[in-house]
């Protein structure tokens, strides 16, 4: 199914589905049913080369992306994920192969079935951790994947039904109508992997069909939930949150301690060169772990060279913050209508205030403030979001050509190994850094580029194509005048969404104060 059709929610398949029974004119009894995972959304937002590409220059694509000088191109934690969730699926699929018999790799012939039930445990459990990674990518790379993935979570229940890995795959993977979307999902599975102590991840699954299923009842049905279930999801998400932020503060406690007994280590070992220099012995000094690369180390070193473990970011924070805000404004926009002053048609001469009682102006202010306070809330956590990218006006092009020809060496398959950080380190400390979301605070930064560049609307010219062509040609104009620096900023396949949503949120607020 191509995942376009799959971020319509399910809309395309039903009625490509109905449409075929109506030719044929005849009734099935037994409708098609797809992976719930097909109908989440964002899905193409993710869609790109790296599904297929393998895995070796991937690993190089992300490698280079992390140790390139900022702003970094792509999000490292959103392409670190990509790597782990290729990994972790490929492993996966491999294992199904010889659970089922037919792997290249492994001679399978001799295997009892207790232990193919164990491979199958194995590869639910990598899955599982792919799916934990980050649910969206994940389900776009199933879709492109084997078919047998669909199938392992419910042979794995079959024999272990308390299996928590398998019932969050399964949930993933479960084939349900797509006109009974909230009719055939219940929460049950996730309620109980929940309650078992994974939180984070799950907590963020949890919010995201939350959130899902309250968009298949639209604006309408207040009388149902109300807010109800935007509210859990909120709970989930800001309980995920904090469970990070916590974690986050108990790391960076070790690693100031561990960074200040590495000092005084230090100071040991200089004390002790010192005493034995003044007393004329030869002291041995034994090599420190903990010692700081010198600069004719790190010129020598690749681009190309492997991230440390510790060091390779994840995206868990950026999704609950990019899921949250978009929840608060969901909760801003259901409140709207009931914010708006009622008009009567036939008192055209009547205020609408005037058409209405104190109680109900009472409630519409309640209602409006609500909207206010909630959209507040969303563009906190949209500019939260912003703030983990960084956007550069002045980043030299010369750094910008040598990333695109050592990415195009990667992509040929060649070696990279004689593209050196020297050529790219020039760029650091001259090109200026800001946080994306610096460009939308109540000051603008001085010495920005303007935009549009010296083109504005004009009323002999309201054509909006003929602008943005006139735009583009200025913007190349500028390039070819000084081409020596251009703009970047960091991409994140939700970035267009999440300033669509902040430009919305600031709409709300706007409109609240006049």
């Known amino acids: 199914m191509p995942p376009r059709e ?11 589905a109905q449409s075929s029974a109506g030719k044929s004119g005849v009734a099935s009894d037994v409708p098609k049913k797809i992976c719930r995972n097909r109908h989440w959304r964002f899905l193409t937002s993710f869609y790109g080369p790296w599904l297929r590409l393998p895995l070796e220059k991937l690993q190089l694509l992300c490698n280079i992306n992390y140790n390139m000088p900022p702003p970094h191109s792509v ?31 492994v001679d399978t012939s001799s295997y009892r079935p207790r232990r193919i039930q164990r491979i199958r445990d194995m590869a639910c459990q990598k899955l599982s951790a792919a799916y934990r990674v980050d649910e969206i990518p994940c389900s776009l790379l199933t879709m492109h994947s084997s078919a047998d993935l669909d199938n392992v979570a419910s042979e794995v229940l079959r024999h272990d039904p308390a299996n928590l890995d398998a019932k969050y795959v399964h949930f993933f993977h479960e084939k349900i109508h797509p006109l009974q979307l909230t009719e055939c999902t219940s929460l049950e599975p996730l309620d109980d992997i929940v309650e078992a102590g994974h939180a984070n991840e799950v907590r963020r699954t949890r919010a995201a069909v939350r959130f899902f299923m309250d968009s298949l009842r639209g604006l309408r049905d207040e009388s149902e939930d109300g807010n109800d279930g935007l509210g859990n999801c909120i709970s989930d998400l800001t309980g995920a949150l ?10 960076s406690h070790s690693a100031s301690s561990q960074e200040s007994h590495a000092q005084r280590n230090t100071a040991k070992v200089t004390s002790n060169d010192l005493t034995a220099a003044l007393s004329g012995c030869r002291l041995e000094t034994k090599p420190q772990s903990c ?14 060279d492997p991230v440390p473990e510790q060091a390779i970011p994840s995206s868990l924070l950026t999704q609950l913050l990019f899921r949250r805000g978009s929840c608060y404004l969901r909760m801003a926009c259901k409140l709207i209508p009931q914010g708006l002053p009622s008009t009567n048609a036939n008192d055209a001469d009547v205020s609408p205030t005037e058409t209405d009682d104190h109680e109900t102006a009472q409630q519409r202010r309640e209602s409006r ?44 398959g060649d070696k990279v190994r004689d593209f050196t950080r020297t ?20 000051t603008p930064l001085e010495g920005l580029p303007s935009y549009p560049p010296g083109v504005a609307l004009t009323e002999e010219n309201p054509d909006a194509a003929a602008n943005i062509a ?12 000084n081409p020596s ?23 709300l607020l706007q409109y609240l104060q006049s």
């Open 6 to 16: 799959a971020e319509h929610q399910g809309t395309g398949a039903a009625s490509s």
């Open 75 to 105: 999000d490292p934690a959103v392409m670190f994920d990509m790597l782990k969730i290729r990994r972790l699926v490929e492993e996966t699929a491999e294992l199904i192969l010889q659970a089922e018999g037919n792997s290249l790799l």
């Open 242 to 251: 904090h469970t990070i932020q916590v974690e986050n503060t108990i790391q």
């Open 291 to 304: 010692s700081v690369p010198t600069q004719e180390s790190q010129a020598s070193r690749t681009i190309a």
């Open 369 to 412: 403030q609500l909207v206010k306070t909630f959209a507040s809330r969303a563009k906190r956590d949209f500019m939260d979001f912003l703030s983990k990218l960084q956007y550069s006006p002045d980043w030299p092009t010369s750094a910008a050509a040598e990333l695109v020809a050592c990415k195009d060496k990667v992509l040929a």
């Open 423 to 442: 050529a790219l380190q020039h760029s650091s400390p001259i090109n200026r850094i800001y946080k994306v979301s610096e460009l939308f605070a109540s």
């Open 470 to 481: 006139k735009i583009a040609s200025t913007v190349m104009d500028e390039i070819r005048e």
């Open 485 to 507: 620096v251009c703009e970047t900023v960091t991409y994140h396949p939700l970035l267009l969404e999440t300033l669509h949503a902040l430009l919305l949120c600031h709409c």
